[in-house]
């Protein structure tokens, strides 16, 4: 079955950076949108970033917008996360998805903590 699989995540200090990765495999990955989720303790899972199938369009949550950089690489059927200024309210599970109707995939998340 389709897999999503992410990395990159960890323990960082405010300021700091992280690049979060996600490998998808048995599928089209040329086809699907790909969009970055987060889900902090307690909150509903939020939209971060997503990226249209050509990689010409993306889209960010307000409070990332200059922060985060959403790209992907088609060859590799990859999408990164470019993640800088890094800040607590960051902390969060971060989650890839890959969706093209009627499909919607997710992977089981990477954990981003930001604390000094």
């Known amino acids: 079955q389709v897999q999503l699989v992410e990395s990159g995540g960890g323990l960082v200090q405010p300021g700091g950076s992280l690049r979060l990765s996600c490998a998808a495999s048995?599928?089209?990955?040329?086809?699907?949108?790909m969009s970055w989720y987060r889900q902090a303790p307690g909150k509903e899972r939020e939209l971060v970033a997503r990226?249209?199938?050509?990689?010409?369009?993306?889209d960010y949550e307000d409070s990332v917008k200059g922060r985060f950089t959403i790209s992907r690489d088609n060859a590799k059927n990859t999408v990164y996360l470019q993640m800088n200024s890094l800040k607590a309210e960051d902390t969060a599970m971060y989650y890839c998805?890959?969706?093209?109707?009627?499909?919607?995939?997710w992977g089981q998340g990477t954990r981003v903590t930001v604390s000094s």
């Open positions: 990226i249209s199938a050509s990689g010409d369009n993306t």
């Open positions: 048995r599928l089209t990955f040329s086809n699907y949108v």
């Open positions: 998805n890959a969706w093209r109707t009627p499909h919607n995939y």
